[in-house]
């Protein structure tokens, strides 16, 4: 008898971070700058993209490396919030990125340091995780990059892993973690432009040509393609239908989280049994929820006020604008 899978959605973060984020008035490079407000968040965008989950009451979990001298920071959030952890504590300590936020420009500067370190065992025992959690669940986000000695094929076995046991995988992350990953097919990617020319290895003049891309990249095996493109929106494609998706004009608070956002909502939208037009409305408006001041990740009543604002159009209906 058949394994009857729960709607379960599994996030794997091989990555991830403690961002702190520092807020200034108006900061001045090479000068001394006073802190107005500062945070200290579990990251790593798979975690982001569980955090957003898990504010529109979704059933998620969490796995990939964190390391033992910072754990329990992200543990206390895990457990607070209701998401079950898997992950595997290693020797070490999860890095700390920091986020500069000039509140006069909007501009927000990030500094990144390198991953976690994890041995070979770490690794099998991640993998065991993975197929134990491929029994139960039917829905899952490899998401982010690698750390440095991570084999850039990593997520492509994950993935060839996944799918045996009849799994739906969205895959967002780039350069040769991307390109090796794609070889694999998961159910869905979400590059935005630049991570697109990465993957083809030319460069993308025009608007044919994106559309050309998700073309291929859908005929060579992937069922559904995102191109983000930032604030001008996303396509979101299938066999079937080419969408460009608009979202409306909000104050910006942080940028930051905005792809994350965006893929929770696509992951959402899957779980829910939507059609791709409303997928895409659903993931736009997550997004948008995502970027406001003073919101982490919206509230599932704050991206329905959003829908209406949404705007889907087909691609055989007209053109979009890359500049």
Same mark, same amino acid.
């Given at each position: 008898?058949?394994?009857?899978?729960?709607?379960?959605?599994?996030?794997?973060?091989?990555?991830?971070?403690?961002?702190?984020?520092?807020?200034?008035?108006?900061?001045?490079?090479?000068?001394?700058?006073?802190?107005?407000?500062?945070?200290?968040?579990?990251?790593?965008?798979?975690?982001?993209?569980?955090?957003?989950?898990?504010?529109?009451?979704?059933?998620?979990?969490?796995?990939?490396?964190?390391?033992?001298?910072?754990?329990?920071?992200?543990?206390?959030?895990?457990?607070?919030?209701?998401?079950?952890?898997?992950?595997?504590?290693?020797?070490?300590?999860?890095?700390?990125?920091?986020?500069?936020?000039?509140?006069?420009?909007?501009?927000?500067?990030?500094?990144?340091? !390198?991953?976690?370190?994890?041995?070979?065992?770490?690794?099998?025992?991640?993998?065991?995780?993975?197929?134990?959690?491929?029994?139960?669940?039917?829905?899952?986000?490899?998401?982010?990059?690698?750390?440095?000695?991570?084999?850039?094929?990593?997520?492509?076995?994950?993935?060839?892993?996944?799918?045996?046991?009849?799994?739906?995988?969205?895959?967002?992350?780039?350069?040769?973690?991307?390109?090796?990953?794609?070889?694999?097919?998961?159910?869905?990617?979400?590059?935005?432009?630049?991570?697109?020319?990465?993957?083809?290895?030319?460069?993308?003049?025009?608007?044919?040509?994106?559309?050309?891309?998700?073309?291929?990249?859908?005929?060579?095996?992937?069922?559904?393609?995102?191109?983000?493109?930032?604030?001008?929106?996303?396509?979101?494609?299938?066999?079937?239908?080419?969408?460009?998706?608009?979202? !409306?004009?909000?104050?910006?608070?942080?940028?930051?989280?905005?792809?994350?956002?965006?893929?929770?909502?696509?992951?959402?939208?899957?779980?829910?049994?939507?059609?791709?037009?409303?997928?895409?409305?659903?993931?736009?408006?997550?997004?948008?929820?995502?970027?406001?001041?003073?919101?982490?990740?919206?509230?599932?009543?704050?991206?329905?006020?959003?829908?209406?604002?949404?705007?889907?159009?087909?691609?055989?209906?007209?053109?979009?604008?890359?500049?």
């Amino acid at each position: 008898m058949e394994n009857k899978k729960l709607a379960r959605i599994i996030t794997i973060t091989l990555n991830p971070a403690l961002d702190q984020t520092l807020n200034f008035t108006q900061f001045h490079v090479g000068q001394v700058n006073r802190v107005d407000k500062e945070r200290l968040d579990p990251a790593g965008k798979g975690i982001n993209v569980a955090k957003v989950l898990n504010r529109l009451g979704q059933n998620v979990a969490v796995t990939g490396f964190l390391g033992r001298e910072n754990a329990n920071i992200f543990e206390q959030y895990f457990q607070t919030h209701g998401i079950s952890n898997h992950f595997i504590v290693v020797d070490g300590a999860t890095r700390i990125n920091t986020k500069i936020v000039d509140e006069t420009t909007g501009q927000v500067s990030e500094i990144n340091f !390198p991953g976690i370190h994890f041995s070979a065992s770490n690794l099998q025992e991640l993998e065991n995780v993975i197929k134990q959690l491929a029994l139960e669940s039917e829905y899952f986000v490899l998401s982010g990059s690698l750390p440095g000695q991570a084999p850039l094929d990593i997520y492509r076995k994950f993935i060839e892993i996944l799918k045996s046991n009849n799994c739906k995988v969205f895959l967002d992350t780039s350069g040769g973690a991307l390109i090796e990953g794609i070889k694999a097919k998961p159910y869905a990617i979400k590059p935005n432009l630049d991570e697109l020319k990465q993957l083809l290895g030319h460069s993308l003049e025009q608007e044919l040509d994106v559309l050309t891309a998700i073309d291929t990249l859908i005929s060579g095996g992937i069922p559904k393609v995102v191109i983000s493109l930032g604030g001008k929106g996303a396509l979101v494609a299938d066999r079937t239908q080419r969408l460009l998706v608009r979202p !409306p004009d909000v104050q910006v608070g942080s940028t930051v989280g905005a792809g994350d956002a965006l893929v929770a909502g696509l992951v959402y939208g899957e779980v829910q049994g939507m059609s791709l037009e409303e997928q895409a409305r659903w993931a736009t408006a997550v997004a948008v929820a995502s970027i406001q001041p003073e919101t982490q990740a919206g509230r599932l009543n704050d991206v329905e006020d959003l829908l209406p604002n949404i705007i889907v159009s087909s691609l055989g209906k007209g053109v979009f604008l890359l500049a």
